[in-house]
């Protein structure tokens, strides 16, 4: 890295956008699998809904465990961008929610999703809650620490 790249701010610096490029690319692979394979119920929109809370889940989970292990510097920025804004950003979809929630409501289905769209925020934040709380575990899991 040159002292012209040092002074830049990571957003602009072209190591971490590819880095962020690549996990973004199997991030959205990945999301396209698993909304192949996940059956959607009636049209209702249940893979959207999986890999959205799993993807929040897991950000929670590798934000703490990266945030207990030290400053974001190093390898842990690198995973961190690769895997928390690149994978994880582009496996879940926010965009997705809103079109499948927008055409449960044109559908006539409104009760359906005033439901998906409970389940994906409420759901969203107790996976994330979740996702921390597992991150902390298993760092005093780690470190031999007693709750």
């Known amino acids: ?6 002074k830049r701010p990571i957003h602009l610096q072209w190591r971490f956008i590819g880095i962020v490029a ?6 959205a692979l990945t999301r396209y699998g698993l909304g ?3 059956p959607a119920p009636g049209a209702w929109p249940l893979p959207i809904l999986l890999i959205n809370l799993s993807g929040a889940l897991a950000l929670g989970a590798l934000l703490e465990g990266l945030s207990r292990r ?3 510097v190093g390898n842990r920025r690198v995973l961190r961008l690769a895997l928390g804004t ?10 997705t929610l809103a079109l499948d929630a927008v055409q449960l409501f044109t559908a006539g289905e409104a009760p359906g999703a005033v439901g998906y769209l409970s ?3 409420v759901g969203g934040a107790v996976a994330t809650t979740a996702g921390v709380w597992l991150g902390a575990w298993h760092h005093r ?5 007693q709750w």
Do not use: C, N, Q, W
Request: net charge positive; hydrophobic share 40%.
């Open 86 to 95: 690149g994978f994880l950003g582009a496996y879940t979809t926010y965009s």
């Open 70 to 72: 030290g400053p974001d």
């Open 36 to 38: 192949l394979a996940i």
């Open 141 to 145: 899991r780690a470190k031999g620490h």
């Open 1 to 6: 890295m040159t002292r012209t790249e040092a």
């Open 22 to 27: 690549a996990g973004g690319v199997f991030g």
């Open 119 to 121: 389940l994906s925020l």
